[in-house]
């Protein structure tokens, strides 16, 4: 017999599943470039707002803009708007050129893309930049970024787009706030059938704007010729997140092959207009070499050599603003402040729009006591890339002015970042703030033990060592009533310890009448 409690479970059964059902249906969506129905979480909305909030921090962290030769990022994006005209997704495209001599290029949900100047000299043709920029085009129509965001989400369970991190970025050692979320982003490894998507469809996208699709060959040739015996280093980015292989190669083939059948024969090489248009770059080739490797020398401790050899670039391309701001890094580090103000200075004369030349000069006017000028070029450096060597500092600077509030809310964003810096961060933030709200950092809880007394078990559960802690108890055990301040000394990070009273319940009290308060008098981060 079905009672009616049974008929209203299954009614209910059945409408939730309907409900299941509906919102799986809304939640799935028509791929703009393959037209397969897909999951879909991240409305067209929310990947452009994705997109335009993290193309700028993103431009930032991959070198900034190439300012010195503005008509090769006009260039660029002309040729990329006319594989937009023939794209199956109506998109804000925009593309740019940075000033990266590592051979990349990347694009974000809605449509935003950027080329390194290091894949441009790499290139042949017009046709080979389009065969770069249709591949591009293809990862931001057919929602690839937006699709690796999703299945985050389904395997979070929530769409928290800040709590993605940047592990595998380059920058993830200072980049801190949401600029982490466009880092992630584009330092992704695509999956194999994406990237046969982006191959498939960018190389149709070149022929109908007229381009010859047998430069998406000699590309993946030229990219499988590069990564042989290459270091590491080198094959960051590009051929990190899109590898190169002979499998690849065969498949532009297949492709070009399928295109020719369709009677797409011919079309435009543009040799000589791209050799034009990439003149500069050519040009300088060697200048921008000894960029790279005095930035290496740099790093090694090789300061008198990596000054030297940036100074030979100077030299030879004196409005390159990267030039005059890695020169201003190296005096900075030799502890010159003066003249490495002077080339930072110069570095914003010829580029005012990167966070890096104002990092630096924060960071040596700080070093040199002038702590309003630094405060205004840390923040200017801030404003264009949030990271946590300039939050570090200044949380440095609004402490030595006494403003501690500020200067945790400084330290603590400092903190995100992973290693030393954000370690030394979080001791400096910690240190502040346990001194305010000890009961932040430290636990304490009250109980009796098998003897009846009553006993105080305090753990610190802050990262960092403490010493110096005091605690004031007040209970109430049975009909009695009892204080007593503990000296509770040292803590390391996470240890816990028990510490007796002096006070003990009554005999013939019922233990669970006792009632425990506890203050937290001193705590000090230990030195």
């Given at each position: 017999m079905v009672t009616d409690s049974v008929r209203v479970s299954l009614r209910t059964m059945r409408a939730f599943n309907l409900l299941a059902l509906l919102l799986f249906w809304q939640s799935c969506a028509v791929n703009p470039v393959t037209g397969d129905r897909e999951l879909g979480f991240v409305s067209a909305q929310q990947e452009i707002a994705i997109g335009q909030e993290n193309y700028g921090p993103m431009q930032q962290s991959e070198g900034g803009r190439f300012a010195v030769d503005p008509s090769l990022s006009a260039y660029v994006n002309e040729v990329g708007q006319r594989l937009v005209e023939v794209s199956d997704r109506d998109l804000p495209y925009e593309f740019v050129v940075l000033n990266n001599g590592v051979p990349n290029a990347w694009a974000l949900p809605g449509g935003k893309i950027a080329i390194n100047r290091g894949l441009l000299v790499e290139m042949d043709s017009e046709a080979e930049l389009a065969a770069v920029l249709g591949h591009e085009i293809v990862h931001s129509a057919a929602r690839h970024g937006a699709q690796s965001m999703e299945r985050g989400m389904l395997l979070?369970?929530?769409?928290?787009?800040?709590?993605?991190?940047?592990?595998?970025?380059?920058?993830?050692?200072?980049?801190?706030?949401?600029a982490q979320v466009g880092a992630q982003l584009i330092s992704q490894r695509y999956g194999r059938d994406a990237?046969?998507?982006?191959?498939?469809?960018?190389?149709?996208?070149?022929?109908l704007a007229g381009y010859d699709p047998a430069a998406a060959i000699s590309l993946q040739e030229t990219f499988l010729r590069l990564s042989e015996g290459r270091q590491q280093g080198w094959l960051d980015g590009l051929f990190a997140s899109h590898p190169p292989s002979a499998e690849r190669v065969e498949n532009n083939r297949q492709l070009v092959s399928a295109l020719?059948?369709?009677?797409?024969?011919?079309?435009?090489?543009?040799?000589?207009?791209?050799?034009e248009q990439t003149a500069f770059l050519r040009e300088n080739r060697a200048a921008y070499e000894k960029l790279d490797e005095s930035r290496q020398l740099a790093v090694n401790g090789e300061l008198d050599q990596a000054l030297q050899l940036i100074s030979e670039a100077v030299a030879s391309v004196p409005g390159e603003a990267?030039?005059?701001?890695?020169?201003?890094?190296?005096?900075?580090?030799?502890?010159?402040?003066?003249?490495?103000?002077?080339?930072?200075?110069?570095?914003?004369?010829?580029?005012?729009?990167?966070?890096?030349?104002?990092?630096?000069r924060g960071l040596a006017q700080s070093r040199r006591g002038d702590r309003s000028q630094a405060r205004a070029d840390l923040e200017a450096s801030v404003a264009l890339l949030?990271?946590?060597?300039?939050?570090?500092?200044?949380?440095?600077?609004?402490?030595?002015?006494?403003?501690?509030?500020?200067?945790?809310?400084?330290?603590?964003?400092?903190?995100?970042?992973?290693?030393?810096?954000?370690?030394?961060?979080?001791?400096?933030?910690?240190?502040?703030?346990?001194?305010?709200?000890?009961g932040e950092h430290l636990a304490v809880q009250g109980g009796l033990d098998n003897a009846g007394q009553l006993v105080i078990q305090v753990s610190n559960r802050s990262p960092v060592n403490v010493e110096g802690v005091r605690i004031r108890v007040e209970a109430v055990l049975g009909s009695e009533r009892g204080a007593?301040?503990?000296?509770?000394?040292?803590?390391?990070?996470?240890?816990?310890?028990?510490?007796?009273?002096?006070?003990?319940?009554?005999?013939?009290?019922?233990?669970?009448?006792?009632?425990?308060?506890?203050?937290?008098?001193?705590?000090?981060?230990?030195?």
């Amino acid at each position: 017999m079905v009672t009616d409690s049974v008929r209203v479970s299954l009614r209910t059964m059945r409408a939730f599943n309907l409900l299941a059902l509906l919102l799986f249906w809304q939640s799935c969506a028509v791929n703009p470039v393959t037209g397969d129905r897909e999951l879909g979480f991240v409305s067209a909305q929310q990947e452009i707002a994705i997109g335009q909030e993290n193309y700028g921090p993103m431009q930032q962290s991959e070198g900034g803009r190439f300012a010195v030769d503005p008509s090769l990022s006009a260039y660029v994006n002309e040729v990329g708007q006319r594989l937009v005209e023939v794209s199956d997704r109506d998109l804000p495209y925009e593309f740019v050129v940075l000033n990266n001599g590592v051979p990349n290029a990347w694009a974000l949900p809605g449509g935003k893309i950027a080329i390194n100047r290091g894949l441009l000299v790499e290139m042949d043709s017009e046709a080979e930049l389009a065969a770069v920029l249709g591949h591009e085009i293809v990862h931001s129509a057919a929602r690839h970024g937006a699709q690796s965001m999703e299945r985050g989400m389904l395997l979070q369970g929530a769409m928290v787009a800040t709590s993605i991190a940047a592990s595998d970025s380059q920058y993830a050692g200072f980049i801190v706030g949401g600029a982490q979320v466009g880092a992630q982003l584009i330092s992704q490894r695509y999956g194999r059938d994406a990237e046969r998507e982006s191959d498939r469809y960018g190389t149709r996208y070149m022929a109908l704007a007229g381009y010859d699709p047998a430069a998406a060959i000699s590309l993946q040739e030229t990219f499988l010729r590069l990564s042989e015996g290459r270091q590491q280093g080198w094959l960051d980015g590009l051929f990190a997140s899109h590898p190169p292989s002979a499998e690849r190669v065969e498949n532009n083939r297949q492709l070009v092959s399928a295109l020719r059948d369709e009677g797409f024969t011919g079309g435009e090489r543009g040799v000589d207009r791209y050799r034009e248009q990439t003149a500069f770059l050519r040009e300088n080739r060697a200048a921008y070499e000894k960029l790279d490797e005095s930035r290496q020398l740099a790093v090694n401790g090789e300061l008198d050599q990596a000054l030297q050899l940036i100074s030979e670039a100077v030299a030879s391309v004196p409005g390159e603003a990267r030039f005059h701001g890695l020169r201003g890094d190296i005096l900075l580090a030799r502890q010159q402040h003066g003249e490495a103000i002077q080339a930072y200075d110069e570095a914003i004369r010829h580029d005012d729009g990167y966070y890096d030349y104002y990092l630096g000069r924060g960071l040596a006017q700080s070093r040199r006591g002038d702590r309003s000028q630094a405060r205004a070029d840390l923040e200017a450096s801030v404003a264009l890339l949030p990271t946590a060597i300039a939050m570090s500092e200044l949380g440095s600077i609004a402490e030595q002015a006494g403003d501690r509030q500020q200067a945790r809310n400084y330290y603590q964003q400092a903190a995100q970042a992973p290693g030393e810096l954000g370690e030394a961060a979080m001791q400096a933030f910690v240190r502040l703030d346990m001194a305010d709200n000890p009961g932040e950092h430290l636990a304490v809880q009250g109980g009796l033990d098998n003897a009846g007394q009553l006993v105080i078990q305090v753990s610190n559960r802050s990262p960092v060592n403490v010493e110096g802690v005091r605690i004031r108890v007040e209970a109430v055990l049975g009909s009695e009533r009892g204080a007593r301040d503990l000296n509770v000394g040292r803590l390391n990070a996470g240890q816990q310890r028990t510490v007796g009273t002096g006070l003990t319940m009554p005999e013939g009290s019922d233990p669970s009448q006792l009632q425990v308060g506890t203050t937290i008098l001193r705590a000090r981060v230990r030195q």
